[in-house]
């Protein structure tokens, strides 16, 4: 990765931690994730645990948008995003302000629910969905005037590669 891409990640993600109030930070045990990774016999989806800074409305947007799809919520205030998204093997050239976890798959940033839906369905090798930065019009960045910037939400593969997935 250039130099400036990385200088440019980097200070993405802290000057979304720098505001930061002190957060529980704790991830969801393994047991937890393994009982949210299947959906019950009635058909529900798996619990969407999400990792975001506490100051950041725009991850609350994402959530309220996935909660109208009929996800479950439970978000931390997290006031080390960057460890996170280490741990969760998203490339910092890549990161957002939020990162989620779902049915064994990571997702970052404002991915739309119709995406992770149609991951949890198809359920490909990989580790996630990845949408860098917060393109106006995604979940949670509409715009008041109703603008959209087209934006791609790539595969994450459980190598690091990325391939295109949906565009919007």
């Known amino acids: 990765m250039n ?9 993405l993600l802290a000057v979304g931690s720098v505001f930061s109030i002190a957060a529980c930070g704790a991830a ?7 009982q949210d990774t299947t959906a019950g016999a009635a058909g529900t989806l798996p619990v969407v645990h999400v990792h975001k800074d506490a100051n ?11 909660r109208a799809a009929g996800f479950t919520v439970v978000a931390r205030d997290n006031d080390d995003m960057v460890a996170v998204k280490q741990r ?7 990161a957002s302000c939020h990162t989620a976890e779902v ?6 940033g404002h991915v739309p629910a119709q995406d992770v839906l149609r991951l949890l369905r198809e359920q490909p090798a990989a580790r996630g969905l990845v949408l860098p930065g ?12 109703g603008r959209r910037q087209p934006f791609t939400v790539d595969l994450l593969g459980k190598n690091g590669t990325m391939q295109a997935y949906s565009h919007h």
């Open 3 to 11: 130099a400036s891409l990385r200088k440019l990640a980097a200070l």
């Open 28 to 34: 969801p045990s393994p047991a937890t994730r393994a």
């Open 56 to 66: 950041c409305g725009c991850c609350n947007g994402w959530i309220e948008h996935m």
């Open 88 to 94: 969760s093997g998203i490339p910092l050239a890549q």
């Open 103 to 108: 049915g064994g798959y990571v997702i970052e």
């Open 134 to 145: 917060m393109p106006v019009g995604s979940p949670g960045m509409e715009s008041p005037d």
